[in-house]
Each structure stands twice: as C-alpha cells, then as structure tokens.
C-alpha cells in the first residue's frame, strides 16, 4: 500500500509546476491500484479520487476566431459500491443566441482485474452518449462509465468548447471522496479581464502565476500579419484534499466545496473596450424580453376562461389566489426537472398537462396575473444548486423561479410542482436563502427571503397514569408544523399502511405499546398534522408493586442525544426555518407514592437570542407536570457560534436524561 501511494504521491508533485508536462495519460493505468483495497488517507472512504486536472484555456483560430476550451481528465478507484454513482456523468452545457457550449471527446472506460490477475480494459461506446434537452437553452450530455464493480478504477476524459466569454467554466476542488490531487490550470489572452472568487474552507497546497507571450497570425489573400500579445497564466493545486462529510444540519454539500468560480469584467482590445460587468437592472432586461420567460408572461395567459370564473364567483382575492394555485396544482405534472426557462409555450403546457418546474411556475404566474392577483416571478438557486452570493452577479447560477403574489401588504411565496404542498409551503429544495424578485416594474426588483419565518414545531402532549408496578397508560399526541409535517406525511405515504408508521413510532420509543391512533390532516399543509395515540409504557415485566420506581419524565420524547458530535465545524448550521421543540407531560403517580428526587427547573440561552431551552417540571398533589421547550429563533447559525450550540444541547441533553425517584409511603 506504500508502495502504491508513494507512486501515486511521485506522479503528482510532478505535475504542479508549469515547466513540466502532465504524466498522467488516458489508459496509462499502474495496475497496483487494482490491488488497492481501502484509502489509507480515509479508511472509510468508498473511493478514492486519484486525479481530477482541468486545462481552461482561450484561443484563436481563423475559422471560429476566439474561443474557451476546458479538457478534463479524472482518474478515480472505487473501493465498494456506496461510490458507484461517482461513475454516472450529466454534462449540462447552455445556448445563448447563436452562442453555444459543446462536450466532443467524450470517452470513459473502467479497469478490473479478471480471474486470473490480469488488467481487463472496458471502453464507453458512443452510442451510450445520451442527449438531455432540458430547455431551447439547456441540454446535457448524459453517460454512466460500463463495469463498474467493487475494486474498479475508472477514468473520464472530455473536451468543452464555448463562445459564452461570460462563463468561463469553474472548478471544484473538493468532493465528498478524498483526492490525491486537483489541479486547475488556466490561460487567458491579456483582452479578457475575469474576476476570481475562490470558495471553500480549505487553501490551495500550490499556486503560480506567469505570462506567456502568444501570436496570432492574421491571413488576407497574400497578406498576413502577426499579432504579439500576452497570456495570463495560472496554476491552482490541491493536494491529499480530505473528503467533504455532511454533518447534520448541513446546506447541500456543494456549497462548502473549495472551488473557483470566474466572472468576466471586460474585454478589451486594442481601441476597443467592452465593459461585461453586469447589474441586476441588465439581467432583469434581459429576462423580460426572453421569449422563454418574460415575453410569454408578457401575452398573457391561455387559462382566460378559467380565470373569469374564478374573477366572477370567488371576490375574495386570497381564496382566488388559493383556488388558482389548485388549479395548476392538481392539473399539471412535474417531471421531476428543474430549469429557469420555458421547455414550451404556456398553451403547450396547460394542453399537455405535464412540464419543468419552470413550465408550470411560469403559468401560475400568468394565470395568477389574470386572475388579478399583482403576481412576480422569484428566480433562485436550488439548495443542491448552491446559495446565491448577492454580490455575484450572475445569471447562470438560478436554475428555479417560483411565484411571489402580492395581497394588501402581503407577499406569498408559491410553487404549485408538489401535488402534496399546500399553497402556504414552498419546496424544501427552494427555502435556500434569498431569491430575487424580476418584476416588470423596475422599482420593485429585491432580494426576497426565501426561508419562512414561521417555525419548524415538534410538540410531544402526554397525559398519563403511573400504577404501583411503574407502567404508565394514557394518551399521547404528536403535533407538527411545517417542514416536519411535511416530512412526517411524505413518511406516512411511503409506508405501506399508517399502521407501519405507527409501528415506527412504537419502536423508537422503549417499552411503548399503542392500542388505538388516529392521524388528522395528512394532506393539509395549512394546519398542523396531528397523531393522536392511546396506549402506554411498559417499564416493569412482572407488574409487581416498586418500593421505589425511577422513571425520565420525558417518557422518550426530550432530546436525549447531541446531534452535534464534532468538536469542531467549518459550516454554518442550517435549521432551514426556526425551530421549536416543545414536550408537556401530565403524569398521575400512583396513590401512596411520593416524589422523593425531582430535576431541577432549567433556563439556558445563546447570546444574541439566537435560541433558549426551558426546563420546568412541578408537582401538584399526585400529579407531576413537565414542560420542556427548546427554541432556536435563528434559522441560520454561523459556524463560529457553533461550540454555543454544542455546548447548549450537551446540557440540554444532561438535563433531559435526569430521573423522577417515586417511593411507596
């Protein structure tokens, strides 16, 4: 294993300097990595990213004058199948007018060694290259490498060529796997000018930066001419990079990867200077006159009919806007994809009955609009996309639009893709900081908060009797608001009867039994899901009478282990919405029993009133009345308040695993 490492570590520091060549090749494979059996820099790892080495560059040729060019090459040894999916590929390449990206040189094969120790070589066939038209400005190359199997290496090399000067491509040095090495080379002519931004929580292990002298040859008949001018550039590698973990908590794991990212400022030729720099106020122009956005809001919608029934028996314009999101709601089907721009007309997609999410966002908005309900489009960035930098002004990086409805003062965030949201909920996927709202009327062009306010609630309600032997029967209810009610339902649905979910519920809880339940408001995401339960705990086998019985309060339902494991974190905590915690216990304790040892009441805080746990537990006669409530008031908690936290629900757990001591009078 040193052996292979070592090797591995040679070929690498020999390509970090911009005076020797790249010695890995495509099918070059050392077949001691087939031998490899686990990563020795992660043990856990499921693979290994051997190399992952991109050449950006932008060159001239008479024929296409200038253009981006991106060759890459990834080299990867899977280690067992939890990394299988590492072999599936979507190249996504967009359209711009006459611009356009292309992916040509797309090949793939995967290594393994056969029964008799020997290097077996399969090779993707191009006709196992699928084309995914996402939209008339999106398509991607799709493509899984073939053989995969346990012990397999692979490697992927692929060529992407482009006019869109604006969107130079960017790069990821970081994944969840652990990488030998990721390099990033780029060479830009001195006319075009982009800015950098490097992201991450991890720096580079080597950077240079140099100018190379360059010529283009210029050809009119018997006439040519040489051009001299200077090329910048830069070398970025990354070295033994750790894996990238989820910890709980956790925005889209793509959003804390170390990368770059470029954004063109200006190009500049001689006596010639275009300023590229753009603006909120350019980008909501252009949206405006897109023919597969703002034009097709612009004609109106194809459901006028729809929209004077409504306008004429519901005057109401809340329970109008609530009955057109209906409407589209049950009407139209996702098909499970996700694009800022029209696939087809709005006719098409009412007549079809099925679309993108943009299809069917689109005409919400238009129907919404014609229904007379001020309604705008809201573009943002999927929370597997990546958050929004504000400051980043780049269109490229949205890939939804939802609607925004405007009543009285109230603004109402709407997506009607989820037969199962009700109007007040937005997707998960799309509460991902801010969005920014593309109205027409320039003056109301914002950021819009796209994470609710309104909490994430779990509420525990118990009232129950003890008898002599420590069992306890009563009643119990579950209450969920929100995001947790719509986990809590998508659950129900996937069981194979509520009964399972129930039982679910039975068994994450020691001893209880449930003789009778109902659930309430399964589908109605404007009102908390409820689950009502009779049954009881059982803590004691033989049923005899305790002289002394122990028992948490809690009964299971108070937090009694930290989420928060690591002693240290880089990344925020994203509760995505406030959160609240609460548990109330009503217990009867047995006749002839008294309390003899009682937790004491608790109040603790973070500073800036970013969350507060209440513990208060009381006795009152023969009965005992807990209530607990854990409140985190801010939805987004940065990384350096992060040992506040821990420490919070280290002390929130100490306290909740406290016991109740009965004994017999």
């Known amino acids: ?101 292309k992916y040509t040189r797309i090949r793939a094969a995967s290594y393994n060694l056969n029964e008799s120790g020997k290097m077996e070589t399969t090779e993707l066939s191009k006709d196992n290259i699928f084309t995914d038209r996402i939209s008339n400005k999106e398509k991607s190359y799709n493509f899984s490498v073939p053989n995969i199997r346990e012990g397999s290496v692979f490697e992927v090399e692929y060529t992407l060529t482009s006019k869109l000067f604006w969107q130079l491509p960017e790069w990821e040095f970081q994944t969840k796997y652990p990488t030998l090495l990721s390099e990033l080379n780029v060479a830009v002519p001195e006319y075009f000018i982009y800015k950098r931004q490097m992201r991450g929580y991890i720096s580079p292990s080597f950077t240079e930066s140099k100018k190379n002298a360059r010529s283009i040859l210029f050809r009119d008949g018997n006439y040519t001419e040489a051009v001299t001018y200077s090329e910048n550039a830069d070398k970025y590698v990354f070295i033994n990079v750790p894996a990238l973990y989820e910890e709980p908590f956790m925005n889209d794991i793509s959003n804390y990867t170390a990368a770059i990212e470029f954004e063109l400022a200006a190009i500049q030729f001689p ?57 589209i709601r049950n009407s139209i089907k996702f098909d499970g994809r996700n694009s800022l721009y029209l696939s087809k007309s709005l006719n098409k997609v009412w007549e079809n009955k099925t679309g993108k999410s943009s299809d069917i966002n689109l005409l919400l908005i238009s129907f919404l609009n014609e229904c007379d309900i001020e309604t705008h489009p809201v573009i943002l960035s999927t929370r597997e996309n990546g958050i929004i930098n504000p400051a980043q002004i780049m269109l490229s990086k949205f890939n939804y639009v939802i609607a925004e409805a405007v009543i009285d003062s109230a603004r109402i965030l709407l997506d009607a893709t989820d037969k199962k949201l009700t109007w007040n909920i937005i997707p998960e996927a799309c509460q991902n900081g801010k969005g920014r709202r593309v109205s027409r009327d320039s003056r109301l062009n914002d950021w819009v908060d796209l994470n609710g306010k309104t909490p994430n609630e779990e509420t525990y309600f118990y009232q129950v009797k003890m008898d002599s032997s420590g069992n306890i029967k009563g009643n119990f209810s579950l209450m969920l608001s929100e995001l947790q009610a719509v986990d809590a339902a998508e659950k129900i649905r996937n069981a194979n009867t509520e009964e399972d979910y129930i039982n679910e519920i039975e068994a994450s809880f020691t001893g209880m039994y449930i003789d009778n339940y109902t659930i309430e408001n399964l589908d109605d995401r404007t009102n908390p899901l409820i689950v009502k339960m009779d049954g009881g705990f059982r803590h004691s086998i033989d049923e005899s009478v305790k002289d002394v019985i122990f028992f948490n309060p809690g009964m299971g339902a108070l937090i009694d282990e930290n989420p928060f494991k690591a002693e240290t974190r880089m990344y925020p905590i994203d509760f995505i919405r406030p959160k609240i915690n609460k548990v109330i216990c009503m217990i009867s304790i047995p006749e002839g029993y008294e309390v003899a040892e009682l937790p004491q009441n608790m109040n603790l805080g973070m500073s800036e009133k970013r969350g507060y746990y209440r513990y208060n537990i009381v006795v009152n006669g023969n009965n005992i009345q807990l209530s607990a409530m854990l409140n985190i008031n801010s939805s987004l908690i940065t990384y350096d308040s992060y040992e506040e936290l821990r420490e919070l629900f280290n002390r929130i757990v100490a306290k909740n695993n406290e016991m109740v001591v009965l004994k017999k009078i």
């Open 271 to 327: 006596r010639n200077y275009k300023d590229y720099t753009s603006s909120w106020d350019k980008i909501d122009k252009l949206l405006w006159n897109d023919e597969e956005f703002g034009v097709p809001l612009k004609r109106g919608s194809p459901l006028k009919k729809e929209a004077e029934v409504l306008k004429m028996t519901i005057p109401d314009p809340m329970k109008r806007m609530i009955a057109a999101h209906e409407i």
């Open 1 to 101: 294993m040193n052996k292979i490492l070592l090797t591995l570590l040679l070929i690498t520091f020999s390509c970090v300097t911009f005076s020797q060549k790249n010695s890995i090749k495509f099918g070059k494979i050392d077949p001691e990595l087939l031998k490899m059996t686990t990563c020795e820099l992660d043990s856990s790892a499921g693979a290994l990213i051997i190399s992952d080495i991109g050449d950006v560059y932008i060159n001239y040729d008479d024929l296409n004058g200038f253009k981006i060019n991106m060759i890459r090459h990834l080299r990867v040894k899977v280690f067992n199948s939890t990394a299988f999916d590492l072999a599936k590929f979507k190249l996504k390449c967009y359209k711009s007018g006459d611009l356009e990206e």
